[in-house]
């Protein structure tokens, strides 16, 4: 839980409450909201970047050199999508618990 | 342009935007608002009025365009009526916590069902908590007067607000009174270029109407309310800034022959004419009677309202529109919640009055003011409405 002191009062909020400076989104962590991680099999993957295409925030990358995509769990929110579209199976959810 | 001309309100407020200088007018004609977007669409096909006008399929669009070429930084006017601004329902809450500020005309007219195209106050009644500037007219030449005001108002750095300028279906809308039309000159020196404090611009990208998570919702709504409660001193600034430049004058609360009056009827709209002839017929015979007309419904000007009814016995509140299951009409409750803060606390009898186009005559009044005669005076319980002219 964030300080109620780190939060603009009303007074600093912009005329209509628009966002000024573009990319703010960045700014918010959605793997805050995230209940399971996905989880590669790297012997069954492929590294056939279906996952990161359908990834909806954009957050798996397959670095030169990696074969298997990484998330960026500053941003996964634990969708499952990953998991869903993956053509070999080789991606699992695991429960943040776990 | 100077002196009077005879001319239709609806054509005078179309002439009034246009002196106003719009870049952009969306709107779909609905009864009894078409001939002002007929008459709007004619000056743009003319070349007398430099705007975009865009022809949308409904109402939910037209207001939707207007959000979108305002914020753009271009001066934007609609106009509806009834199911048209009910349709409108959802972006009229968008366009004033973006701070978008459009002007709106609106010819109030009842809501179905039954299917009803004439006058009442239904329609904005039913969109009072929308966040807009709200004002009601008296007649076509404040209709028309309040147009260019409601520019001046809701382009104001301080205010920043959408404004619904409402006049009362087919008795202002269709009618034909003698107007004086602002001059083009003055209406330049009263309505200076429109500055937006943010605009989409493809150069300096912004995003509006983003989502509001919970840790910023609640101080947004309370923004955009404190917007809207402080635009009252811009308003009468404005007023009186309209005073000086065309030399008409408008108050946030108008009375007629209230100053002493022990009886106090509470009109909006156009039946105040008729209520002020009622009043001078009783004055003659001696009856301390009066008349309080807010001008300014949004936001209520409580304390100028309040001041006004000074130390009347008896006030009559008059709705015209039904709020089926609460404990008062609308116009009832705003007057009972302004009156609890303190001060005078005079008998309260309420009406509802001329719903669905029912003529309000004079008789109507006669029968209201006898009601207050009669009432004891002091604080006594609510009673319901009563329907003036219902058959029983």
């Avoid at chain 1, 989880?39 to 056939?48: D, E, I, K, P, T």
């Avoid at chain 2, 109507?364 to 319901?384: I, T």
Wanted: with cysteine; proline share 7%.
């Amino acid at each position: 839980v964030e300080r109620q002191s780190d939060r603009p009062r009303w007074i600093d909020l912009p005329v209509g409450v628009a966002i000024l400076t573009p990319g703010s989104a960045r700014a918010y962590h959605t793997g805050s909201w995230r209940s399971a991680h996905p989880v590669w099999q790297a012997a069954q993957c492929v590294s056939c970047g279906v996952c990161t295409i359908f990834c909806p925030e954009g957050c798996l990358t397959i670095a030169g050199g990696q074969a298997t995509p990484e998330p960026d769990l500053d941003y996964c929110k634990g969708c499952g999508i990953c998991a869903h579209e993956c053509l070999t199976g080789c991606i699992s959810m695991v429960d943040e618990e776990e | 342009m100077s002196g009077r001309v005879g001319i239709e309100a609806s054509i005078a407020i179309a002439e009034a935007a246009g002196l106003c200088d719009v870049d952009v007018i969306a709107a779909y004609p609905i009864t009894p608002q078409t001939h002002i977007v007929e008459h709007l669409s004619e000056m743009v096909a003319d070349g007398r009025c430099d705007a975009a006008f865009v022809p949308v399929e409904s109402e939910h669009s037209a207001l939707s365009v207007c959000c979108g070429s305002v914020a753009t930084g271009a001066r934007t006017f609609t106009a509806t009526s009834s199911q048209g601004l009910a349709l409108m329902h959802e972006i009229l809450f968008i366009a004033s916590a973006v701070r978008l500020p459009i002007v709106m005309a609106v010819a109030n007219r009842a809501l179905s069902a039954p299917i009803n195209i004439w006058n009442d106050h239904s329609d904005v009644m039913a969109e009072r908590d929308v966040g807009w500037i709200q004002v009601f007219a008296e007649n076509g030449q404040e209709a028309a007067d309040l147009i260019v005001w409601a520019f001046r108002v809701a382009e104001d750095p301080r205010v920043l607000l959408p404004v619904m300028v409402n006049f009362d279906g087919f008795i202002l809308s269709h009618v034909i009174e003698p107007i004086e039309l602002p001059d083009p000159e003055r209406v330049r020196r009263f309505l200076p270029p429109y500055t937006p404090a943010v605009k989409l611009d493809v150069d300096a990208p912004v995003s509006i109407g983003p989502v509001g998570i919970p840790e910023i919702y609640t101080e947004a709504r309370y923004a955009h309310a404190r917007a809207l409660q402080d635009a009252a001193g811009p308003i009468a600034d404005a007023f009186e800034a309209f005073t000086w430049q065309f030399g008409r004058c408008y108050r946030t609360v108008e009375t007629y022959e209230a100053g002493d009056a022990e009886s106090i009827l509470v009109v909006m709209g156009s039946i105040a004419e008729t209520a002020m002839t009622v009043v001078d017929e009783r004055r003659r015979r001696g009856e301390k009677v009066g008349l309080v007309r807010p001008r300014l419904w949004r936001p209520f000007p409580a304390d100028d309202f309040v001041a006004a009814l000074g130390g009347a016995r008896a006030v009559g509140i008059i709705d015209r529109a039904v709020s089926p299951g609460a404990v008062a009409g609308p116009v009832a409750c705003e007057v009972r919640a302004a009156l609890s803060r303190g001060g005078a606390r005079p008998a309260l009898t309420e009406f509802v009055v001329g719903l669905g186009g029912r003529d309000v005559s004079e008789a109507d009044f006669h029968s209201m003011f006898d009601d207050l005669a009669q009432v004891p005076a002091g604080p006594a319980a609510p009673r319901p409405p009563r329907f003036v002219g219902l058959r029983e």
